[in-house]
């Protein structure tokens, strides 16, 4: 059973469209994230969401729209593709209380823009 | 200069070395340091934590932090062709703690 699971895997898309990546987690944890990794494996913060309440928000183009109905869910949609938006999403969680904040990641989502 | 600097190889080496990785950082605050482990197209995992300053062994890893210098290090003995994966370095302050910075990741290759 997948702690945080994201969907789709993989998506290719045209640019222009809007799409979105969703993402569950069953470790009943409190913040959630969306993280880009770029082609050098840069991994970056974009959102956190803490108990459904927006607390980091990177600077982010406001293409780029995350929702949280509750907490063990956030979902990322992003409107007018650009080529640049190719990437891997990582979804992720934490418990506010874990040493050190320890991450947990999904399995990521790869988008491509063409 | 980034928050953190981390070489991104990729460093190849053979079945049986011992291998070093490493982590500079700019940020004093930064209480947590951790090493991530992420196969290819996969997501990272947690390898390892070590709170402030000392070493800290997991079997064949051990990581050590020097806050003085403000730089971390991951050793991995006896190195197998499994451990082949990026590492990346973590880190993040001890107040709050919700934003995590992360090194850009040195790709390893271990040869059989």
């Known amino acids: 059973d997948t702690a945080v699971s994201q969907t789709p895997k993989y998506l290719v898309t045209q640019m222009g469209n809007d799409k979105s990546i969703k993402c569950e987690q069953n470790?009943?944890?409190?913040?959630m994230y969306w993280y880009k990794q770029d082609s050098k494996k840069f991994l970056k913060i974009m959102f956190s969401y803490n108990n459904k309440e927006l607390i980091i928000n990177e600077t982010v183009p406001n293409r780029f729209s995350p929702k949280s109905p509750d907490k063990a869910h956030l979902n990322l949609h992003i409107n007018s593709l650009e080529l640049g938006d190719s990437a891997v999403y990582f979804c992720?969680?934490?418990?506010?209380?874990?040493?050190?904040?320890?991450?947990?990641f999904g399995e990521g989502s790869w988008l491509t823009v063409v | 200069q980034k928050e953190v600097e981390q070489d991104p190889g990729p460093l190849s080496v053979p079945e049986g070395a011992i291998v070093s990785l490493n982590c500079t950082y700019s940020n004093s605050a930064f209480q947590y340091f951790m090493w991530y482990r992420q196969y290819s197209r996969k997501g990272p995992e947690l390898l390892m934590y070590t709170y402030s300053s000392g070493n800290k062994e997991d079997g064949r890893f051990t990581a050590q932090v020097d806050k003085s210098s403000k730089y971390i290090s991951l050793f991995i003995r006896d190195s197998q062709p499994s451990d082949s994966a990026t590492y990346l370095c973590?880190?993040?302050?001890?107040?709050?703690?919700?934003?995590?910075?992360f090194g850009a990741g040195t790709r390893l290759f271990v040869k059989a």
């Open positions: 470790l009943g944890h409190d913040t």
């Open positions: 973590a880190m993040t302050g001890g107040t709050g703690g919700f934003k995590t910075i």
């Open positions: 992720a969680t934490s418990s506010r209380g874990s040493a050190g904040n320890t991450i947990y």
